[in-house]
């Protein structure tokens, strides 16, 4: 971490601790100016891309010294420090970037991290050199090789014949990766959450809290992890990870029974049919299983259809698709952005759902800092979600499966998998 | 001459067909803005990245400014790599074509002497043996036979890379090529053994043959000099439009084994809608094909005096 502490010193300011005697990869140093640059490149009117990753309204940046800064936003951001450490959010060498267009710059990087960029052929590789300067404890290996294997066949023998070391696997592979010799399977814990979402706008049912509690009973999510995830993992009660869940909900089990009985009291005794949309490859095995746990019980699906991006992003956008299956994640594990994806003003919420105190303690929660207030709200916030129904059903994290080598030691995969962290891995010799 | 001629102008019209059409195609699904920043962002980015990426004008107009551009040969800024198209289709093309050239040619050098071979002696072991070769290696899809070659000469032999483009010296950059131009070259050398041996039957029962046997001509001249000779003028057609397929159609063996060729690189084009580079793609088959047809079309007329009269 490039900073050694953080601290909010009123509602709009955050103050930095910048760690000494880091230098960036072309001999630079890594200090306040490179931070004020960083940060405020983005809200610059003529930044080329407009894209601000780190979705912060930030005002200015003070620099106090030359390893304190005073980050100022327009409203209170409590969640500043994760915002800042997310995919995206990187610490740019300003002589460098300012000197190269956007374009020539986003293929020359210069960081400070453990390695630096060698080489790089489009779709076939990337070549990393060990960073000798970097300011933590130093990889045991010169170079990092990423390849591009487009086939999880071919990426399976590649790892069998020691043509790479590590390597991500799916489920159905696992069992030929636990079986192999000088390969190792390990299984980490993700933020992707695989869900069921609910249009509400797509059927009236949907608009009765009975029918979205019935559809979370009629399914056996257990099970659908024993076999879509090889039992590793948990079933979760909302969008919300851990450790920012509320621990005192349980999430809905498998009751058919209940499922139907409480379809007839909201008037569905015979059930009604809608559409199944799978946004996610990956999505699409367990997504046919739940679509036939929801048929069981009368919620009729009559077509289970695998969209690509091209056609679900429009969809999306404009909130017309049927009920759909995802895998999902926020860049950071906060629960305001976590429980963005159902926010009514979020462009992409393809939910049509409401409520109106969730929507007000929303408004509370981006601006409260205070962590016991912040916590009593974001339960409050997941009582709801919970007592509701929906609109998200069905939900367990995506575990992340990687064939490792055997010369390969201390590899975790990331939970966000956006980002890797690299200077941990050690080789075995 | 005129020949000539009117080859190049059905070309140009195929060509502007092509161009027109792969303009039209990528305004079916989808929407290229989304696709490029993703569906959190605001209206007015939305509406600020359309004007960037010209897709605020009137269509009318977007397809002059297109073909205009093709005519140029300017297919404007991939969406994905923000780099002009056609350089990185080219780039692309080339390593495509260093694995469909060696293909062809091995498809061409097994399936000559095969097919005669099989004709000569229809309905022999030998014949057999060939046909059953040859109907296999045209059912046995791609992608199968490239995960069973991987799975003998990478896994279990362990004498060959598994995938992708590497190597340092001609040997082992050789090594690399083995699986894939083998996979690639299968289904032309079945198709092509089958032509051969089907044209050559066809010709042993025509009059000229009898003809020249009659003559006293030796079975070998007789099989050389009339009969494979006229059998090369369909052989010749469709070997060459199979080049324009090996180089375009490679996308499954490509994909198997990591080659970053142009099929693949226009697979993965279409499933992220890189609108340009998709429509260039598609115009440069075209453009390929329509000089590949035009090459065939003079070494046809080389081969085969008559169509230099009409």
Redesign the interface.
């Known amino acids: 971490m490039l900073a050694t502490s953080w601290e909010p010193i009123d509602d709009l300011t955050w103050e930095l601790t910048l760690r000494e005697g880091v230098t960036f990869h072309n001999g630079a140093p890594f200090n306040a100016e490179a931070v004020k640059f960083s940060i405020e490149r983005p809200h610059h009117p003529d930044f080329e891309t407009?894209?601000k990753i780190i979705d912060v309204p930030i005002s200015h940046v003070d620099i106090i010294d030359d390893y304190t800064v005073h980050i100022v936003t327009h409203e209170p951001v409590p969640i500043l420090p994760q915002r800042l450490s997310r995919n995206g959010a990187f610490i740019l060498e300003p002589g460098h970037y300012s000197e190269l267009s956007q374009?020539e710059s986003?293929r020359m990087p210069v960081g400070t991290g453990p390695f630096k960029l060698v080489e790089w052929?489009?779709?076939?590789r990337i070549v990393m050199e060990r960073n000798e300067d970097y300011w933590g404890p130093m990889p045991n290996f010169d170079r990092l090789v990423y390849?591009?294997?487009?086939?999880p066949?071919?990426m399976l023998?590649?790892v069998?014949?020691g043509?790479v070391d590590i390597a991500p696997v799916s489920p159905s592979n696992a069992e030929d990766v636990r079986a192999a010799e000088g390969v190792d399977l390990i299984v980490g814990d993700s933020l992707v959450r695989a869900v069921l979402i609910v249009n509400v706008n797509l059927h009236e049912a949907f608009n009765d809290p009975r029918v979205l509690q019935a559809m979370q009973w009629a399914i056996d999510t257990q099970a659908l992890i024993d076999a879509f995830a090889l039992g590793e993992a948990e079933q979760a009660v909302t969008m919300v990870n851990p450790p920012n869940h509320n621990p005192n909900l349980e999430p809905y089990g498998y009751d058919p029974d209940k499922a139907r009985e409480l379809l007839a009291e909201a008037g569905y005794p015979d059930g009604f049919t809608v559409e199944l949309d799978v946004l996610h490859p990956d999505a699409f095995d367990w997504a046919e299983a739940a679509a036939f746990y929801l048929t069981e019980v009368g919620i009729n699906i009559s077509q289970v259809n695998m969209l690509?991006?091209?056609?679900w992003?429009?969809r999306?956008?404009e909130g017309t698709l049927n009920l759909h299956a995802h895998h999902w994640s926020a860049g950071e594990n906060t629960p305001e952005t976590d429980m963005w994806a159902t926010h009514p003003d979020?462009?992409?919420n393809s939910t049509n759902w409401f409520n109106q105190e969730w929507y007000d303690l929303y408004a509370e929660l981006v601006r409260t800092v205070d962590q016991d207030r912040r916590t009593e709200i974001n339960h409050r916030m997941q009582e709801i979600l919970h007592a509701e129904g929906g609109p998200w059903l069905t939900q367990f994290r995506v575990p992340l499966f990687r064939a490792i080598s055997d010369r390969v030691a201390h590899y975790y995969p990331h939970p966000s998998f956006l980002v890797e962290d690299f200077a941990q891995i050690r080789l075995v010799e | 001459m005129s020949y000539i001629a009117q080859r190049l102008y059905h070309g140009f019209i195929v060509l502007f067909a092509a161009a027109s059409i792969s303009f039209v195609l990528m305004f079916i699904?989808?929407?290229p803005v989304?696709?490029r920043?993703?569906?959190?962002?605001?209206?007015e980015?939305i509406d600020?990245?359309r004007q960037q990426m010209g897709l605020d004008r009137p269509l009318i107009v977007q397809y002059g400014q297109f073909m205009w551009g093709v005519v140029q040969g300017d297919f404007g800024l991939s969406y994905r790599?923000?780099e002009p198209v056609l350089g990185l289709l080219i780039s692309r093309l080339g390593n495509s074509i260093i694995l469909a050239v060696p293909a062809l040619l091995l498809a061409i050098c097994v399936s000559i002497p095969v097919g005669v071979i099989s004709a000569m002696h229809r309905n022999r072991p030998i014949d057999f043996i060939a046909r059953t070769f040859a109907l296999v290696g045209q059912a046995a899809p791609n992608?199968w036979v490239g995960?069973m070659l991987?799975?003998l000469f990478?896994?279990h032999l362990?004498w060959l890379?598994?995938?992708?483009?590497g190597g340092e010296t001609l040997g082992e950059k050789l090594k690399y090529m083995i699986m894939p131009v083998f996979t690639l070259s299968l289904l032309t050398m079945a198709y092509l053994t089958r032509m051969m041996r089907g044209a050559v039957l066809e010709l042993m029962g025509q009059d000229f043959v009898r003809t020249a046997r009659a003559k006293g001509l030796s079975p070998r001249r007789v099989m050389y000099r009339h009969v494979v000779r006229n059998a090369m003028l369909p052989y010749v057609t469709i070997s060459g439009l199979q080049l324009g397929s090996l180089i375009s159609g490679s996308m499954v063996v490509e994909?198997?084994?990591?080659w970053?060729g142009f099929g693949?690189?226009l697979l993965?084009s279409i499933?992220?809608?890189d609108i340009p580079v998709v429509a260039g793609a598609l115009t440069l088959v075209a453009v390929m094909y329509v000089v590949l047809a035009f090459i065939v079309d003079v070494i046809y007329t080389l081969l085969d005096p008559r169509l230099r009269r009409s």
């Open positions: 407009g894209d374009q986003s052929v489009r779709d076939q390849r591009v294997i487009p086939e066949a071919t023998a590649e069998l014949t043509g690509s991006r091209p056609v992003l429009p999306n956008v979020r462009p992409s | 699904i989808g929407d989304l696709m920043i993703g569906d959190d962002a605001t209206q980015t600020r990245v790599h923000q992608f995960i991987i799975l990478a896994i362990r890379p598994a995938s992708g483009m994909s198997v084994f990591s970053p693949r690189f993965d499933r992220l809608m």
